[in-house]
Protein backbone atom coordinates (compact mmCIF):
# COMPACT_ATOMS: atom_id res chain seq x y z
CA UNK A 1 0.00 0.00 0.00
CA UNK A 2 2.90 2.32 0.69
CA UNK A 3 4.21 2.24 -2.80
CA UNK A 4 0.80 2.76 -4.07
CA UNK A 5 0.00 5.76 -2.39
CA UNK A 6 3.83 7.03 -3.30
CA UNK A 7 2.65 6.33 -7.08
CA UNK A 8 -0.16 7.92 -6.59
CA UNK A 9 1.29 11.17 -4.69
CA UNK A 10 3.61 11.21 -7.77
CA UNK A 11 0.58 10.82 -9.97
CA UNK A 12 -1.08 14.06 -8.40
CA UNK A 13 2.22 16.25 -7.92
CA UNK A 14 1.79 19.12 -9.72
CA UNK A 15 5.95 19.53 -10.34
CA UNK A 16 5.02 16.54 -12.80
CA UNK A 17 1.82 17.94 -14.04
CA UNK A 18 3.49 21.41 -15.08
CA UNK A 19 5.81 18.85 -17.42
CA UNK A 20 2.93 16.99 -18.48
CA UNK A 21 1.28 20.32 -19.02
CA UNK A 22 4.70 21.19 -21.64
CA UNK A 23 4.00 17.87 -23.35
CA UNK A 24 0.12 18.85 -24.27
CA UNK A 25 1.27 22.50 -25.65
CA UNK A 26 4.07 20.96 -27.70
CA UNK A 27 1.91 18.47 -28.90
CA UNK A 28 -1.58 20.50 -29.64
CA UNK A 29 0.86 23.05 -31.73
CA UNK A 30 3.12 20.69 -33.32
CA UNK A 31 -0.30 18.80 -34.61
CA UNK A 32 -1.84 21.26 -35.61
CA UNK A 33 1.10 23.00 -38.10
CA UNK A 34 1.55 19.60 -39.11
CA UNK A 35 -1.98 18.82 -39.94
CA UNK A 36 -1.84 21.75 -42.44
CA UNK A 37 1.58 20.91 -43.87
CA UNK A 38 0.36 17.98 -44.49
CA UNK A 39 -3.03 19.07 -46.30
CA UNK A 40 -0.70 20.89 -48.67
CA UNK A 41 1.61 18.01 -48.94
CA UNK A 42 -0.79 15.37 -49.43
CA UNK A 43 -2.43 18.02 -52.25
CA UNK A 44 0.87 18.43 -53.68
CA UNK A 45 1.96 14.77 -53.73
CA UNK A 46 -1.81 14.45 -55.63
CA UNK A 47 -0.54 17.21 -58.17
CA UNK A 48 -0.40 16.27 -61.94
CA UNK A 49 2.55 18.77 -62.10
CA UNK A 50 5.06 16.38 -62.03
CA UNK A 51 7.81 18.25 -60.11
CA UNK A 52 6.16 19.35 -57.18
CA UNK A 53 4.91 16.16 -56.59
CA UNK A 54 8.34 14.86 -56.69
CA UNK A 55 9.54 17.66 -54.14
CA UNK A 56 6.32 16.81 -51.64
CA UNK A 57 7.64 13.11 -52.13
CA UNK A 58 11.53 13.74 -51.55
CA UNK A 59 10.44 15.74 -48.04
CA UNK A 60 7.98 13.04 -47.08
CA UNK A 61 10.65 10.71 -47.79
CA UNK A 62 13.52 12.51 -46.17
CA UNK A 63 11.31 13.00 -42.78
CA UNK A 64 9.64 9.39 -42.38
CA UNK A 65 13.32 7.98 -43.16
CA UNK A 66 15.35 10.47 -40.53
CA UNK A 67 15.19 9.50 -36.82
CA UNK A 68 12.88 11.92 -34.87
CA UNK A 69 16.08 12.89 -32.10
CA UNK A 70 18.46 13.42 -34.85
CA UNK A 71 15.96 16.17 -36.34
CA UNK A 72 15.67 17.78 -32.98
CA UNK A 73 19.24 17.71 -32.98
CA UNK A 74 19.78 19.39 -36.27
CA UNK A 75 17.52 22.00 -35.48
CA UNK A 76 19.26 23.23 -32.47
CA UNK A 77 22.91 21.98 -32.85
CA UNK A 78 23.24 22.63 -36.48
CA UNK A 79 20.98 25.36 -37.39
CA UNK A 80 23.03 27.78 -35.31
CA UNK A 81 26.07 27.38 -37.23
CA UNK A 82 24.05 29.61 -39.92
CA UNK A 83 23.33 32.30 -37.71
CA UNK A 84 19.69 30.45 -36.81
CA UNK A 85 18.90 30.55 -33.62
CA UNK A 86 15.92 28.58 -31.36
CA UNK A 87 14.84 28.12 -27.81
CA UNK A 88 14.02 24.81 -26.75
CA UNK A 89 10.20 24.69 -26.64
CA UNK A 90 10.58 26.55 -30.17
CA UNK A 91 12.72 23.88 -31.50
CA UNK A 92 10.73 21.06 -30.20
CA UNK A 93 7.45 22.61 -31.60
CA UNK A 94 9.30 23.02 -35.29
CA UNK A 95 11.10 19.59 -35.04
CA UNK A 96 7.82 17.79 -34.35
CA UNK A 97 5.48 19.81 -36.88
CA UNK A 98 7.91 19.05 -39.66
CA UNK A 99 8.12 15.16 -38.83
CA UNK A 100 4.54 14.90 -38.72
CA UNK A 101 3.55 16.86 -41.34
CA UNK A 102 5.31 13.53 -43.29
CA UNK A 103 3.31 11.12 -41.65
CA UNK A 104 -0.26 13.72 -41.66
CA UNK A 105 0.85 13.92 -45.62
CA UNK A 106 0.06 10.44 -46.50
CA UNK A 107 -2.68 9.57 -43.84
CA UNK A 108 -4.54 12.54 -45.94
CA UNK A 109 -3.68 11.45 -48.75
CA UNK A 110 -4.72 7.74 -48.43
CA UNK A 111 -8.16 9.09 -46.90
CA UNK A 112 -8.62 11.14 -50.37
CA UNK A 113 -7.76 8.48 -52.46
CA UNK A 114 -10.12 6.37 -50.12
CA UNK A 115 -12.65 8.30 -51.63
CA UNK A 116 -14.34 7.46 -54.86
CA UNK A 117 -13.38 9.67 -57.65
CA UNK A 118 -16.44 10.11 -59.14
CA UNK A 119 -17.91 12.16 -56.44
CA UNK A 120 -15.16 14.79 -57.20
CA UNK A 121 -16.51 14.52 -60.73
CA UNK A 122 -20.62 14.70 -59.66
CA UNK A 123 -19.74 17.61 -57.71
CA UNK A 124 -17.88 19.20 -60.47
CA UNK A 125 -20.85 18.56 -62.85
CA UNK A 126 -22.86 20.75 -60.49
CA UNK A 127 -20.50 23.40 -60.78
CA UNK A 128 -18.88 22.73 -57.61
CA UNK A 129 -14.29 24.05 -57.94
CA UNK A 130 -11.77 22.06 -56.77
CA UNK A 131 -11.51 23.57 -53.58
CA UNK A 132 -15.05 23.52 -52.65
CA UNK A 133 -15.32 19.74 -54.01
CA UNK A 134 -12.50 19.25 -51.56
CA UNK A 135 -14.27 20.55 -48.41
CA UNK A 136 -17.44 19.97 -48.80
CA UNK A 137 -17.54 16.49 -50.35
CA UNK A 138 -14.28 14.65 -50.39
CA UNK A 139 -12.44 15.68 -47.01
CA UNK A 140 -15.78 14.69 -44.98
CA UNK A 141 -15.66 11.63 -46.28
CA UNK A 142 -12.12 10.87 -46.11
CA UNK A 143 -11.88 11.96 -42.61
CA UNK A 144 -13.33 8.76 -41.52
CA UNK A 145 -10.57 6.86 -42.92
CA UNK A 146 -8.06 9.64 -41.55
CA UNK A 147 -9.34 10.09 -38.15
CA UNK A 148 -7.95 6.67 -36.60
CA UNK A 149 -4.67 7.13 -37.91
CA UNK A 150 -4.11 11.07 -36.68
CA UNK A 151 -5.54 9.65 -33.48
CA UNK A 152 -2.43 7.39 -33.21
CA UNK A 153 -0.70 10.25 -34.13
CA UNK A 154 -1.19 12.36 -31.81
CA UNK A 155 -1.13 9.26 -28.96
CA UNK A 156 2.39 8.99 -30.37
CA UNK A 157 3.91 12.78 -30.50
CA UNK A 158 2.33 13.33 -26.67
CA UNK A 159 4.64 10.62 -25.79
CA UNK A 160 7.30 11.20 -28.12
CA UNK A 161 7.66 14.59 -26.45
CA UNK A 162 9.86 12.75 -23.94
CA UNK A 163 12.63 12.90 -26.38
CA UNK A 164 13.13 16.57 -26.63
CA UNK A 165 14.15 16.46 -23.69
CA UNK A 166 17.53 15.96 -25.20
CA UNK A 167 17.29 19.89 -25.50
CA UNK A 168 16.54 20.21 -21.92
CA UNK A 169 12.44 21.25 -22.78
CA UNK A 170 11.45 20.69 -19.17
CA UNK A 171 8.24 18.06 -20.38
CA UNK A 172 7.01 15.40 -18.40
CA UNK A 173 10.01 12.81 -18.99
CA UNK A 174 12.29 14.93 -18.05
CA UNK A 175 10.77 16.15 -14.84
CA UNK A 176 10.56 12.73 -13.75
CA UNK A 177 14.18 11.81 -14.17
CA UNK A 178 14.98 15.33 -12.53
CA UNK A 179 13.23 13.47 -9.45
CA UNK A 180 14.91 10.35 -9.78
CA UNK A 181 18.28 11.91 -9.80
CA UNK A 182 17.72 13.37 -6.69
CA UNK A 183 16.03 10.19 -4.92
CA UNK A 184 16.55 6.89 -7.12
CA UNK A 185 12.94 6.13 -6.98
CA UNK A 186 12.73 4.70 -10.55
CA UNK A 187 9.72 2.54 -9.98
CA UNK A 188 7.21 5.07 -7.79
CA UNK A 189 8.20 8.24 -10.02
CA UNK A 190 8.31 6.74 -13.72
CA UNK A 191 4.95 4.88 -12.18
CA UNK A 192 3.28 8.19 -11.61
CA UNK A 193 4.34 9.37 -14.52
CA UNK A 194 2.74 6.60 -16.70
CA UNK A 195 -0.01 7.22 -15.11
CA UNK A 196 -0.25 10.85 -16.19
CA UNK A 197 0.41 9.42 -19.72
CA UNK A 198 -2.17 7.32 -19.54
CA UNK A 199 -5.18 9.62 -18.75
CA UNK A 200 -3.57 11.88 -21.39
CA UNK A 201 -4.02 9.42 -24.24
CA UNK A 202 -7.06 8.39 -22.73
CA UNK A 203 -8.61 11.39 -23.19
CA UNK A 204 -7.76 11.06 -26.74
CA UNK A 205 -9.30 8.07 -27.30
CA UNK A 206 -12.14 9.66 -25.94
CA UNK A 207 -11.97 12.72 -28.41
CA UNK A 208 -11.50 10.35 -31.06
CA UNK A 209 -14.61 8.44 -30.31
CA UNK A 210 -16.86 11.23 -29.96
CA UNK A 211 -15.31 12.57 -33.23
CA UNK A 212 -16.03 9.30 -35.33
CA UNK A 213 -19.79 9.21 -34.02
CA UNK A 214 -19.94 12.88 -35.39
CA UNK A 215 -18.57 11.80 -38.56
CA UNK A 216 -20.84 9.22 -38.80
CA UNK A 217 -23.81 10.41 -40.80
CA UNK A 218 -26.02 8.00 -39.63
CA UNK A 219 -25.71 8.65 -36.01
CA UNK A 220 -26.33 12.43 -36.82
CA UNK A 221 -30.10 11.78 -36.16
CA UNK A 222 -29.28 9.91 -32.98
CA UNK A 223 -26.92 12.11 -31.07
CA UNK A 224 -29.10 15.42 -31.74
CA UNK A 225 -31.56 13.62 -29.94
CA UNK A 226 -30.76 15.15 -26.85
CA UNK A 227 -31.11 18.80 -28.42
CA UNK A 228 -35.10 18.22 -28.27
CA UNK A 229 -34.84 18.09 -24.29
CA UNK A 230 -33.82 21.83 -24.22
CA UNK A 231 -36.16 24.22 -22.76
CA UNK A 232 -38.03 26.07 -25.41
CA UNK A 233 -36.86 24.12 -28.16
CA UNK A 234 -38.92 24.49 -31.46
CA UNK A 235 -38.14 22.17 -34.64
CA UNK A 236 -38.07 24.15 -37.84
CA UNK A 237 -41.26 24.02 -39.63
CA UNK A 238 -40.97 21.89 -43.03
CA UNK A 239 -41.62 23.82 -45.81
CA UNK A 240 -44.85 23.34 -47.61
CA UNK A 241 -45.73 22.03 -50.99
CA UNK A 242 -47.11 24.38 -53.24
CA UNK A 243 -46.49 23.11 -56.32
CA UNK A 244 -48.19 19.19 -56.35
CA UNK A 245 -48.34 16.79 -53.76
CA UNK A 246 -46.74 13.25 -52.95
CA UNK A 247 -49.76 11.60 -53.80
CA UNK A 248 -49.85 12.92 -57.72
CA UNK A 249 -47.97 10.28 -59.79
CA UNK A 250 -49.02 10.74 -63.25
CA UNK A 251 -46.24 12.34 -65.49
CA UNK A 252 -48.72 14.99 -66.59
CA UNK A 253 -48.32 16.32 -62.75
CA UNK A 254 -44.71 15.83 -63.15
CA UNK A 255 -44.47 17.74 -66.63
CA UNK A 256 -46.52 20.92 -65.31
CA UNK A 257 -44.41 20.75 -61.74
CA UNK A 258 -41.18 21.28 -63.67
CA UNK A 259 -42.22 23.85 -65.79
CA UNK A 260 -44.15 25.40 -63.01
CA UNK A 261 -40.69 25.21 -60.70
CA UNK A 262 -38.05 25.54 -63.48
CA UNK A 263 -39.71 27.94 -65.45
CA UNK A 264 -35.60 29.12 -67.14
CA UNK A 265 -34.31 25.31 -67.38
CA UNK A 266 -37.59 24.27 -69.96
CA UNK A 267 -37.33 25.57 -73.57
CA UNK A 268 -40.17 27.90 -74.21
CA UNK A 269 -41.85 27.67 -77.84
CA UNK A 270 -40.26 30.28 -79.33
CA UNK A 271 -36.81 29.07 -78.60
CA UNK A 272 -36.96 25.28 -80.16
CA UNK A 273 -35.58 26.14 -83.28
CA UNK A 274 -32.06 27.57 -81.98
CA UNK A 275 -29.08 25.62 -81.99
CA UNK A 276 -28.01 25.19 -78.07
CA UNK A 277 -25.11 22.53 -78.39
CA UNK A 278 -22.95 22.65 -80.80
CA UNK A 279 -19.70 19.92 -81.49
CA UNK A 280 -17.95 20.56 -84.86
CA UNK A 281 -14.70 17.87 -85.55
CA UNK A 282 -14.21 16.66 -82.04
CA UNK A 283 -11.40 14.70 -81.16
CA UNK A 284 -10.34 12.72 -78.31
CA UNK A 285 -7.61 10.20 -77.79
CA UNK A 286 -6.68 8.06 -74.15
CA UNK A 287 -3.00 7.68 -75.22
CA UNK A 288 -3.14 5.71 -78.11
CA UNK A 289 -6.50 4.97 -78.10
CA UNK A 290 -9.26 7.00 -80.25
CA UNK A 291 -12.56 7.01 -78.87
CA UNK A 292 -13.73 9.92 -81.11
CA UNK A 293 -12.81 10.53 -84.74
CA UNK A 294 -13.93 14.23 -85.59
CA UNK A 295 -17.45 13.92 -84.38
CA UNK A 296 -19.96 16.74 -85.30
CA UNK A 297 -23.29 16.97 -83.50
CA UNK A 298 -25.68 19.73 -82.54
CA UNK A 299 -29.09 20.06 -80.24
CA UNK A 300 -31.07 22.40 -80.95
CA UNK A 301 -33.25 24.32 -77.58
CA UNK A 302 -35.78 22.06 -76.38
CA UNK A 303 -34.90 18.89 -78.18
CA UNK A 304 -34.40 15.47 -77.03
CA UNK A 305 -31.55 13.46 -78.52
CA UNK A 306 -30.62 10.02 -77.73
CA UNK A 307 -27.22 8.51 -78.32
CA UNK A 308 -27.15 4.59 -78.99
CA UNK A 309 -24.35 2.42 -79.50
CA UNK A 310 -22.19 -0.75 -78.67
CA UNK A 311 -19.82 -0.08 -75.03
CA UNK A 312 -16.76 1.75 -76.12
CA UNK A 313 -17.85 3.91 -78.92
CA UNK A 314 -17.79 7.21 -77.25
CA UNK A 315 -20.98 8.12 -76.32
CA UNK A 316 -20.32 8.62 -72.87
CA UNK A 317 -17.08 10.41 -73.85
CA UNK A 318 -19.16 12.87 -75.94
CA UNK A 319 -21.08 13.83 -72.88
CA UNK A 320 -17.77 14.29 -70.61
CA UNK A 321 -16.39 16.57 -73.72
CA UNK A 322 -19.77 18.69 -73.92
CA UNK A 323 -19.54 18.84 -69.92
CA UNK A 324 -16.01 19.52 -70.12
CA UNK A 325 -15.44 17.15 -67.33
CA UNK A 326 -12.72 16.17 -69.66
CA UNK A 327 -10.22 18.29 -72.26
CA UNK A 328 -10.80 18.17 -75.34
CA UNK A 329 -8.16 16.91 -78.06
CA UNK A 330 -8.71 19.07 -81.31
CA UNK A 331 -12.58 20.68 -82.77
CA UNK A 332 -15.17 23.30 -81.35
CA UNK A 333 -17.91 22.40 -78.37
CA UNK A 334 -20.04 25.42 -77.69
CA UNK A 335 -23.63 25.29 -75.54
CA UNK A 336 -25.85 28.13 -76.14
CA UNK A 337 -22.27 29.94 -78.29
CA UNK A 338 -20.12 29.93 -75.38
CA UNK A 339 -16.88 27.95 -75.07
CA UNK A 340 -17.31 26.08 -70.94
CA UNK A 341 -13.67 26.15 -69.35
CA UNK A 342 -12.08 27.25 -72.85
CA UNK A 343 -10.81 30.15 -74.75
CA UNK A 344 -10.21 30.25 -78.17
CA UNK A 345 -6.10 30.81 -79.57
CA UNK A 346 -5.16 30.42 -82.78
CA UNK A 347 -8.19 28.09 -83.95
CA UNK A 348 -7.68 25.67 -81.20
CA UNK A 349 -9.26 25.67 -77.56
CA UNK A 350 -7.30 26.16 -74.01
CA UNK A 351 -8.74 24.98 -71.27
CA UNK A 352 -8.89 28.04 -68.97
CA UNK A 353 -9.44 27.42 -64.85
CA UNK A 354 -12.56 28.18 -63.40
CA UNK A 355 -14.18 25.65 -65.79
CA UNK A 356 -16.93 24.57 -63.14
CA UNK A 357 -17.51 28.40 -62.61
CA UNK A 358 -18.61 28.43 -66.51
CA UNK A 359 -20.39 25.34 -66.14
CA UNK A 360 -22.78 26.63 -63.54
CA UNK A 361 -22.92 29.83 -65.85
CA UNK A 362 -23.87 28.07 -68.69
CA UNK A 363 -26.36 25.57 -66.98
CA UNK A 364 -25.26 22.09 -67.66
CA UNK A 365 -25.92 18.99 -65.48
CA UNK A 366 -25.41 15.26 -65.36
CA UNK A 367 -26.78 12.22 -63.89
CA UNK A 368 -24.57 9.56 -64.03
CA UNK A 369 -24.87 5.78 -64.69
CA UNK A 370 -23.54 5.12 -61.41
CA UNK A 371 -25.44 7.83 -59.48
CA UNK A 372 -22.67 9.07 -57.38
CA UNK A 373 -24.86 10.41 -54.81
CA UNK A 374 -23.20 11.82 -51.60
CA UNK A 375 -22.74 9.24 -49.55
CA UNK A 376 -22.44 11.50 -46.30
CA UNK A 377 -25.26 13.31 -46.87
CA UNK A 378 -28.76 12.58 -46.92
CA UNK A 379 -31.12 12.69 -50.16
CA UNK A 380 -32.08 16.71 -49.15
CA UNK A 381 -28.76 17.21 -48.62
CA UNK A 382 -27.62 16.15 -51.74
CA UNK A 383 -30.10 18.53 -53.69
CA UNK A 384 -29.84 21.66 -51.40
CA UNK A 385 -25.50 21.54 -51.79
CA UNK A 386 -24.90 23.09 -55.12
CA UNK A 387 -27.71 25.73 -54.94
CA UNK A 388 -26.51 26.93 -51.81
CA UNK A 389 -22.59 26.51 -52.26
CA UNK A 390 -22.45 27.53 -55.96
CA UNK A 391 -25.66 29.75 -56.49
CA UNK A 392 -26.01 31.40 -53.62
CA UNK A 393 -29.71 30.48 -53.26
CA UNK A 394 -30.73 30.83 -49.45
CA UNK A 395 -30.96 27.83 -47.07
CA UNK A 396 -34.54 27.98 -46.79
CA UNK A 397 -35.37 28.62 -50.51
CA UNK A 398 -33.27 25.98 -51.49
CA UNK A 399 -34.77 23.20 -48.93
CA UNK A 400 -38.38 24.01 -50.36
CA UNK A 401 -37.16 23.51 -53.90
CA UNK A 402 -35.55 20.45 -53.04
CA UNK A 403 -38.48 19.14 -51.40
CA UNK A 404 -40.45 20.06 -54.48
CA UNK A 405 -38.30 17.93 -56.51
CA UNK A 406 -38.35 14.63 -54.57
CA UNK A 407 -41.90 15.36 -54.69
CA UNK A 408 -41.88 15.24 -58.63
CA UNK A 409 -39.89 11.91 -58.30
CA UNK A 410 -41.59 10.49 -56.24
CA UNK A 411 -39.66 10.56 -53.24
CA UNK A 412 -40.88 13.25 -51.12
CA UNK A 413 -40.98 10.87 -48.18
CA UNK A 414 -37.55 9.77 -48.60
CA UNK A 415 -35.77 13.31 -47.76
CA UNK A 416 -33.97 12.53 -44.90
CA UNK A 417 -32.75 8.89 -46.41
CA UNK A 418 -28.77 8.52 -46.87
CA UNK A 419 -28.37 6.35 -50.48
CA UNK A 420 -27.03 3.40 -48.97
CA UNK A 421 -30.52 3.35 -47.57
CA UNK A 422 -32.42 3.40 -50.77
CA UNK A 423 -32.63 1.39 -53.77
CA UNK A 424 -31.18 2.10 -57.13
CA UNK A 425 -33.87 3.62 -58.70
CA UNK A 426 -34.13 5.67 -56.00
CA UNK A 427 -30.99 7.04 -55.83
CA UNK A 428 -31.25 7.68 -59.49
CA UNK A 429 -34.54 9.83 -58.94
CA UNK A 430 -32.44 11.41 -56.41
CA UNK A 431 -29.64 11.92 -58.66
CA UNK A 432 -32.15 13.72 -61.04
CA UNK A 433 -33.94 15.71 -58.84
CA UNK A 434 -30.42 17.25 -57.34
CA UNK A 435 -29.41 17.94 -61.14
CA UNK A 436 -32.20 19.68 -61.61
CA UNK A 437 -31.69 21.69 -58.34
CA UNK A 438 -29.29 23.67 -60.05
CA UNK A 439 -32.24 24.96 -63.13
CA UNK A 440 -29.97 23.85 -65.50
CA UNK A 441 -30.63 24.45 -69.58
CA UNK A 442 -28.85 21.34 -70.46
CA UNK A 443 -28.96 17.80 -69.14
CA UNK A 444 -27.13 15.08 -69.68
CA UNK A 445 -27.65 11.89 -69.18
CA UNK A 446 -25.64 9.20 -69.30
CA UNK A 447 -26.76 5.44 -69.45
CA UNK A 448 -29.00 6.28 -66.46
CA UNK A 449 -30.93 2.50 -66.15
CA UNK A 450 -27.80 0.40 -67.14
CA UNK A 451 -27.12 -0.28 -63.07
CA UNK A 452 -30.09 -0.90 -62.19
CA UNK A 453 -32.17 -4.19 -61.60
CA UNK A 454 -35.20 -4.30 -64.82
CA UNK A 455 -38.05 -3.99 -62.45
CA UNK A 456 -36.53 -0.27 -61.42
CA UNK A 457 -36.11 1.08 -64.94
CA UNK A 458 -39.34 2.22 -65.41
CA UNK A 459 -39.67 4.47 -62.54
CA UNK A 460 -36.66 6.29 -63.09
CA UNK A 461 -37.17 6.37 -67.54
CA UNK A 462 -40.94 7.65 -66.26
CA UNK A 463 -38.99 11.17 -64.66
CA UNK A 464 -37.04 11.27 -67.46
CA UNK A 465 -40.10 10.90 -69.77
CA UNK A 466 -41.89 14.03 -68.07
CA UNK A 467 -38.86 16.31 -68.24
CA UNK A 468 -38.76 15.43 -71.54
CA UNK A 469 -42.75 16.62 -72.03
CA UNK A 470 -41.72 19.74 -69.87
CA UNK A 471 -39.55 21.06 -72.64
CA UNK A 472 -36.20 20.23 -71.12
CA UNK A 473 -33.09 20.29 -73.62
CA UNK A 474 -31.65 16.36 -72.79
CA UNK A 475 -29.35 14.83 -74.38
CA UNK A 476 -29.67 10.87 -73.46
CA UNK A 477 -27.04 7.93 -74.15
CA UNK A 478 -29.13 4.89 -73.54
CA UNK A 479 -29.23 0.97 -73.96
CA UNK A 480 -33.24 1.55 -74.10
CA UNK A 481 -34.26 1.26 -77.49
CA UNK A 482 -38.07 1.34 -76.87
CA UNK A 483 -37.65 4.51 -74.55
CA UNK A 484 -35.44 6.67 -77.14
CA UNK A 485 -38.20 5.47 -79.83
CA UNK A 486 -40.87 7.17 -77.73
CA UNK A 487 -39.23 10.15 -75.68
CA UNK A 488 -36.17 11.18 -78.64
CA UNK A 489 -36.67 13.48 -80.95
CA UNK A 490 -33.39 12.31 -83.14
CA UNK A 491 -31.40 9.34 -82.46
CA UNK A 492 -27.68 8.88 -82.89
CA UNK A 493 -25.92 5.65 -83.38
CA UNK A 494 -22.37 5.86 -82.67
CA UNK A 495 -20.21 3.32 -83.41
CA UNK A 496 -15.99 3.19 -82.67
CA UNK A 497 -16.28 6.69 -82.63
CA UNK A 498 -17.98 8.11 -85.58
CA UNK A 499 -21.54 8.95 -85.97
CA UNK A 500 -22.65 6.20 -88.25
CA UNK A 501 -26.02 7.19 -88.46
CA UNK A 502 -28.96 9.94 -87.30
CA UNK A 503 -32.13 11.35 -87.65
CA UNK A 504 -35.93 10.64 -86.40
CA UNK A 505 -36.64 7.38 -84.68
CA UNK A 506 -38.67 5.97 -87.09
CA UNK A 507 -35.59 6.34 -89.67
CA UNK A 508 -32.50 5.53 -86.97
CA UNK A 509 -34.78 2.87 -85.06
CA UNK A 510 -37.42 1.44 -87.58
CA UNK A 511 -36.25 2.01 -90.93
CA UNK A 512 -31.76 2.00 -90.92
CA UNK A 513 -30.11 2.65 -93.56
CA UNK A 514 -26.61 1.81 -92.28
CA UNK A 515 -26.47 -1.94 -92.42
CA UNK A 516 -23.94 -1.53 -89.14
CA UNK A 517 -26.99 -0.03 -87.45
CA UNK A 518 -28.90 -2.88 -88.46
CA UNK A 519 -26.56 -5.65 -86.87
CA UNK A 520 -26.83 -3.41 -83.74
CA UNK A 521 -30.30 -3.01 -83.05
CA UNK A 522 -30.91 -6.88 -83.54
CA UNK A 523 -28.73 -7.62 -81.14
CA UNK A 524 -30.27 -5.10 -79.14
CA UNK A 525 -33.66 -6.73 -79.92
CA UNK A 526 -32.66 -10.21 -79.25
CA UNK A 527 -31.07 -9.69 -76.38
CA UNK A 528 -34.13 -7.78 -75.29
CA UNK A 529 -36.38 -10.60 -75.97
CA UNK A 530 -33.99 -13.46 -74.31
CA UNK A 531 -34.54 -11.13 -71.56
CA UNK A 532 -38.34 -11.13 -71.43
Not at 215 to 244: F, N
Not at 386 to 394: C, D, Q
Request: hydrophobic residues 50%; glycine residues 8%; aromatic residues 8%.
Amino acid sequence: MGTLSEVLGYFSGGFLWSGALLAIEITAIAMTIGLFLGLVLALTRLSSVRPLSAAAWLYIWFMRGTPQLLQIVFIFDALPLIGITFGSFTTAVIAFSLNQAAFSAEIIRGGILSVNPQQGVAAASLGMGPVLTLRRIVLPQALRAILPSLANDTIGMLKMTSVASIIFVNELTFRAQQIVGQNFKFFTVFAGAALIYLVLTSAISIVQIFMERSLDPERRGVTARWVRLIPGYKPRAVPPLVVIHAQQTLAVSRTEAVQALLPDAVAAPTERDARFVNCVNVWKSYREREVLKGVSFSVKRGEVVAIIGPSGSGKSTLLRLINHLESIDDGDITIDGRYVGYTKEHGRLRPTSGRAKARAEVGVAMVFQSFNLFSHLTALENIIEAPIRVHGLPRAEAETLARQLLDVVGLSNHANHFPQHLSGGQQQRVAIARALAVRPRLMLFDEPTSALDPELVGEVLNVIRSLADAGMTMIIVTHEIRFAREVADRVAFFDEGFIVEEGTPAEVLDFPKKERTRRFLNLVLQDDAHAV
